[in-house]
Nanobody, 123 residues
Framework: VQLQASGGGVVQAGGSLRLSCAASGRAISSYAMGWFRQAPGKEREFVAS????????YYADSVKGRFTISRDNAKNTVSLQMKSLKPEDTAVYYC?????????????????WGQGTLVTVSS
């Protein structure tokens, strides 16, 4: 499977962005999906994950209440709606698929990764 993240850009603090992850090559409908981010000079960190059905979601404390992960299995896509953005949300955002198992925040448990999309939040 190939994952393509898009939707990044420059936004002012307090603004919103919606990231999308489009999958190709096969369906992702049977697999947990996640979003991660990596800020300059920092390690990659977990943002959110969603189960194959969309019935279960999990968020990092830093984004809980501001970000919403969703999926459209018919369109083979996963999205991340980001609101009330803060400068500390600035990072390259990656989508990833976990081919086996339930949702998790551990990046090592994900098997396929997209190329990332840059989000810059200005103060």
């Amino acid at each position: 499977v190939q994952l393509q993240a898009s939707g990044g850009g420059v936004v002012q603090a307090g603004g919103s962005l919606r990231l999308s992850c489009a999958a190709s090559g096969r369906a992702i409908s049977s697999y947990a999906m996640g979003w991660f981010r990596q800020a300059p000079g920092k390690e990659r960190e977990f943002v959110a994950s969603i189960s194959w059905s969309g019935g279960s979601t999990y968020y990092a404390d830093s984004v809980k209440g501001r970000f919403t992960i969703s999926r459209d299995n018919a369109k083979n896509t996963v999205s991340l709606q980001m609101k009330s953005l803060k400068p500390e949300d600035t990072a390259v955002y990656y989508c990833a698929e976990r081919s086996y198992g339930f949702i998790t925040q551990s990046s090592s448990e994900y098997d396929y990764w997209g190329q990332g999309t840059l989000v810059t939040v200005s103060s």
